[in-house]
């Protein structure tokens, strides 16, 4: 509730831009931070909503090992991707931010320097895990082990994704370097610590003592630490990729991930606005962190600890961390290509972002481990979205339409019966119950509600029976008035269902007030609830669907692509798909070398790229040849986010004849290689000093 504060702050745990995202962090997180903030904005409250990419840590590095590029490569195409994800699912952030910025750059370290210059950093020199052939130290991720508490035998140096257990190279069993599957050995290096142990009787305090309220996943977690007591941890890493340690004998040194990343919450709402300090130092602010229970030990007892050393921030107000979303039956595993891929399923399901919304949020795993079935998801969408929700609108539009006119039709108060006033009373009790359920973080309970209010819609409709009453107007006139009254509450039901589940259904929400001829205005909280929202006598327009039928034969495909992708994975990593069994294409027809001399190919830069409109395929290419600036019209847009391909360079066919694309001159041609999954690829021209040099 809101009684103490005068905003609100809401964060999304950072991604790592270290590969897509799969809808097990959308249920994790996102979509239950997105309900939350829409929620809010719709009582007209101060929400600012705050995200962005993790763009550093050991994830990058070795993503970037493995693909045989740089670690900003990886960070740049993946932070776009994921932007892009989040963006055509509805999330709605205030801001979408990365870490390698250089506010977050700045605020990280001087963060940092301000608990140094405190002196509260234990510095150690301390034995820790070398790769004698890789000529490194390895931080945690770079060690791979047996769990001593579960056993997988793929456990890291820091944490085992298969249990959830907190670790350290130490604890693991038969540990290995993962860049040269050696075994590591101990070396001495310096390293700062941050004091865990002095904070314990505070936290005790703050999180055992004052908030009891919190989930009991959260808080169980969070006693479960406090009481095993708590240890100094490093807040630094040897590395090369990261934030620089702000300290003139820490050469080689980096900010530790968990250090830097929940700063980053920070440094992203100081580029979204200059009040910053508003949200982040005034009590009256109230902070919430949306995250998985992987990382709840780090928004609840860490960075809570930082806040609380440094001093002048405020606290989280609440950490509602979901638990994991396993895919039929299995956990997610992204190195076995078990998972559901934002970007995919866009792909797969256009027009249905609504959908897959509304199940993961239906089935959110709230309290425990819940599992994504695609039958389940089937179900839900055709049993509940189309045949409850849907239907009931869809009906209440064309019976409107038939019987009265296509307008609101009036109320008669002199025949009203039993079943009206409940209806009223129902219509008021939804908007009650869905908004305790979304204050309290309960969403999934107040998706309940929306979609039992509509099912008490149908259950009146169909008691009141209009199409049966309309049979016999001719000889009794008053029946026109029990159609009314009939009609007139379902179209103030619909009204009220657009606002109830507009925080989880936005687009759906949308089509909803298009076919009410109402502006959006209507979608604010205070709103819901009544039963006068469309006023008499407004012409409304044709019904539309709001969801389509999903068919067996999408779900079978998606099943099969997902035990495919799974176990080409496997097969790919036991390496028994040989180079020489990928698919080739055919040479194109022979040509003598006059053919070839005719081309022009120059090295030019990209300084400008633009989405051509209405052309899913293209962008508005400005290249710097060096000589002049050409403007060339390329079909890469589904593989590449305008942003991030600026100032990259490209061989271009200099001298090719112009020609017009969707009304612009495209004066060339650049040229690009495609990888095995069809992913186009920039031709790196390392070798080439400057634009304008030939290619030949």
Same mark, same amino acid.
């Given at each position: 509730?809101?009684?103490n504060y005068?905003?609100?702050?809401?964060?999304?745990?950072l991604p790592?831009?270290?590969?897509?995202i799969h809808?097990?962090? !959308?249920?994790g997180c996102?979509?239950?931070?997105?309900i939350?903030?829409?929620?809010?904005?719709a009582?007209?409250?101060?929400?600012k909503?705050?995200g962005?990419s993790?763009?550093h840590g050991?994830?990058?590095?070795?993503r970037a090992?493995k693909e045989?590029?740089?670690?900003?490569?990886?960070v740049?195409?993946?932070h776009?991707?994921?932007?892009?994800?989040?963006?055509?699912?509805?999330i709605?952030f205030?801001?979408?931010?990365r870490?390698?910025?250089?506010?977050?750059h700045?605020?990280?370290a001087?963060?940092?320097k #301000?608990?140094?210059d405190k002196?509260?950093?234990?510095?150690?020199e301390?034995?820790?895990?070398?790769d004698?052939?890789?000529n490194?130290?390895?931080?945690d991720?770079?060690?791979?082990?047996t769990?001593?508490?579960?056993?997988?035998?793929?456990a890291?140096?820091d944490?085992?994704?298969?249990?959830?257990?907190?670790?350290s190279p130490e604890?693991?069993?038969?540990?290995?370097s993962t860049?040269?599957?050696?075994?590591p050995?101990?070396?001495t290096t310096?390293?700062?610590?941050f004091?865990?142990?002095n904070?314990?009787?505070?936290?005790k305090?703050?999180?055992?003592?004052?908030?009891?309220?919190?989930?009991?996943?959260?808080?169980?977690?969070?006693?479960?630490?406090?009481d095993?007591?708590?240890?100094?941890?490093?807040?630094?890493?040897d590395?090369?990729?990261g934030?620089?340690?702000? !300290?003139p004998?820490?050469?080689g040194?980096v900010?530790?991930?968990?250090?830097?990343?929940?700063?980053?919450?920070?440094s992203?709402?100081?580029?979204?606005t200059?009040h910053?300090?508003?949200?982040?130092?005034s009590?009256?602010?109230?902070?919430?962190?949306?995250i998985g229970?992987?990382?709840?030990?780090f =928004?609840?007892?860490i960075?809570?600890?930082?806040?609380k050393? =440094?001093?002048?921030?405020?606290?989280?107000?609440?950490?509602?961390?979901?638990?994991?979303?396993?895919?039929?039956?299995?956990?997610?595993?992204?190195?076995?290509n078990?998972a559901?891929?934002?970007?995919?399923?866009?792909?797969?399901?256009?027009?249905?972002?609504?959908?897959?919304r509304?199940?993961?949020?239906?089935?959110a795993?709230?309290?425990k481990?819940?599992d994504?079935?695609w039958?389940?998801?089937?179900?839900?969408?055709?049993?509940? !979205?189309?045949a409850?929700?849907?239907?009931?609108v869809?009906?209440t539009?064309?019976?409107?339409?038939?019987?009265?006119?296509?307008?609101?039709?009036?109320?008669h108060?002199?025949?009203?019966?039993?079943?009206d006033?409940?209806?009223?009373?129902?219509?008021h009790?939804?908007?009650?119950?869905t908004e305790?359920?979304?204050?309290?973080y309960?969403?999934r309970?107040?998706?309940?509600e929306v979609i039992?209010?509509?099912?008490k819609?149908?259950?009146?409709?169909?008691?009141?029976?209009?199409?049966?009453?309309?049979k016999?107007?001719?000889a009794?006139?008053?029946?026109q008035k029990?159609?009314?009254?009939c009609?007139?509450?379902?179209?103030?039901?619909?009204?009220?269902?657009?606002?109830?589940?507009?925080p989880?259904?936005?687009?759906?929400?949308?089509?909803m007030? =298009?076919?009410?001829?109402?502006?959006?205005?209507?979608?604010?909280?205070?709103? &819901?609830g009544? &039963?006068?929202?469309?006023?008499?006598?407004?012409?409304?327009?044709?019904?539309?669907?709001?969801?389509?039928?999903?068919?067996?034969?999408e779900?079978a495909?998606?099943?099969?692509?997902?035990?495919?992708?799974?176990?080409?994975? #496997?097969?790919?990593?036991?390496?028994?798909?040989?180079?020489?069994?990928k698919?080739?294409l055919?040479?194109?027809p022979e040509?003598?070398?006059d053919?070839?001399?005719?081309?022009?190919?120059?090295?030019g830069t990209?300084?400008?790229?633009?989405k051509?409109?209405?052309?899913?395929?293209l962008?508005?290419?400005?290249?710097?040849?060096?000589?002049?600036?050409?403007?060339?019209?390329?079909?890469?847009?589904?593989h590449?986010?305008p942003?991030?391909?600026?100032n990259k360079?490209?061989v271009v066919v200099a001298? !090719? &004849?112009p020609?017009k694309?969707?009304g612009?001159?495209?004066?060339?041609?650049?040229?690009?290689a495609?990888?095995?999954?069809?992913q186009?690829v920039f031709?790196?021209?390392d070798?080439?000093?400057?634009?304008?040099s030939t290619?030949?």
């Amino acid at each position: 509730m809101m009684e103490n504060y005068k905003r609100i702050l809401v964060t999304a745990a950072l991604p790592y831009a270290n590969g897509p995202i799969h809808i097990g962090h !959308l249920a994790g997180c996102y979509i239950p931070a997105d309900i939350y903030v829409r929620y809010q904005r719709a009582q007209k409250r101060d929400v600012k909503f705050i995200g962005g990419s993790d763009e550093h840590g050991v994830p990058i590095t070795i993503r970037a090992m493995k693909e045989g590029v740089t670690p900003q490569d990886i960070v740049d195409k993946y932070h776009a991707q994921i932007k892009d994800s989040f963006e055509k699912m509805g999330i709605s952030f205030d801001i979408y931010s990365r870490t390698s910025n250089a506010i977050h750059h700045q605020t990280a370290a001087a963060f940092f320097k #301000v608990l140094y210059d405190k002196g509260l950093f234990e510095e150690r020199e301390s034995e820790q895990y070398y790769d004698a052939e890789a000529n490194m130290f390895l931080a945690d991720r770079y060690i791979t082990g047996t769990c001593p508490v579960c056993g997988n035998p793929g456990a890291y140096g820091d944490q085992c994704e298969k249990c959830g257990s907190s670790l350290s190279p130490e604890q693991l069993i038969d540990p290995r370097s993962t860049l040269s599957n050696a075994i590591p050995e101990k070396k001495t290096t310096k390293h700062w610590y941050f004091p865990l142990q002095n904070y314990e009787a505070w936290l005790k305090q703050w999180i055992l003592e004052g908030h009891k309220e919190w989930k009991n996943n959260v808080y169980g977690q969070c006693k479960s630490w406090l009481d095993n007591g708590l240890h100094p941890r490093a807040m630094t890493r040897d590395s090369n990729w990261g934030i620089r340690v702000p !300290l003139p004998d820490a050469e080689g040194k980096v900010l530790y991930v968990w250090f830097d990343a929940p700063i980053g919450y920070i440094s992203a709402t100081k580029e979204l606005t200059e009040h910053w300090a508003d949200y982040w130092c005034s009590e009256d602010t109230k902070l919430v962190h949306f995250i998985g229970k992987d990382n709840i030990v780090f =928004h609840c007892i860490i960075f809570p600890a930082m806040l609380k050393a =440094h001093g002048g921030f405020v606290l989280p107000d609440n950490v509602p961390a979901n638990e994991f979303l396993n895919i039929e039956g299995d956990k997610v595993s992204t190195s076995r290509n078990w998972a559901v891929w934002v970007h995919e399923y866009i792909q797969d399901f256009p027009g249905c972002e609504d959908v897959m919304r509304y199940v993961l949020c239906a089935n959110a795993p709230e309290a425990k481990d819940n599992d994504f079935t695609w039958k389940d998801f089937q179900d839900r969408n055709n049993s509940e !979205l189309v045949a409850i929700f849907g239907n009931f609108v869809n009906r209440t539009f064309v019976l409107m339409h038939k019987l009265c006119n296509g307008k609101v039709p009036p109320f008669h108060n002199d025949i009203i019966d039993e079943a009206d006033k409940m209806l009223i009373a129902e219509i008021h009790a939804a908007k009650e119950k869905t908004e305790q359920a979304l204050e309290t973080y309960h969403f999934r309970d107040a998706v309940f509600e929306v979609i039992d209010l509509a099912r008490k819609g149908n259950k009146y409709m169909q008691e009141k029976e209009p199409w049966i009453v309309a049979k016999s107007l001719n000889a009794n006139r008053e029946n026109q008035k029990l159609i009314d009254n009939c009609l007139h509450l379902c179209l103030q039901l619909t009204a009220n269902l657009s606002i109830l589940i507009n925080p989880v259904l936005p687009n759906t929400s949308r089509k909803m007030l =298009h076919m009410m001829k109402v502006v959006e205005r209507m979608l604010d909280w205070e709103n &819901a609830g009544r &039963a006068d929202l469309l006023k008499v006598g407004y012409s409304l327009r044709a019904p539309e669907l709001l969801f389509r039928k999903i068919e067996d034969a999408e779900i079978a495909a998606q099943i099969e692509k997902l035990h495919a992708g799974g176990q080409e994975q #496997v097969k790919q990593q036991a390496g028994l798909i040989e180079e020489t069994e990928k698919t080739v294409l055919p040479l194109k027809p022979e040509i003598v070398y006059d053919d070839f001399a005719k081309l022009d190919m120059r090295i030019g830069t990209i300084v400008s790229a633009e989405k051509v409109a209405k052309a899913d395929k293209l962008l508005k290419l400005e290249i710097d040849l060096g000589f002049e600036k050409r403007t060339i019209v390329s079909g890469i847009a589904q593989h590449f986010q305008p942003e991030s391909i600026l100032n990259k360079q490209v061989v271009v066919v200099a001298n !090719l &004849a112009p020609r017009k694309m969707r009304g612009i001159e495209s004066n060339g041609m650049i040229l690009m290689a495609e990888d095995a999954s069809g992913q186009l690829v920039f031709i790196n021209p390392d070798s080439f000093t400057g634009n304008g040099s030939t290619v030949s």
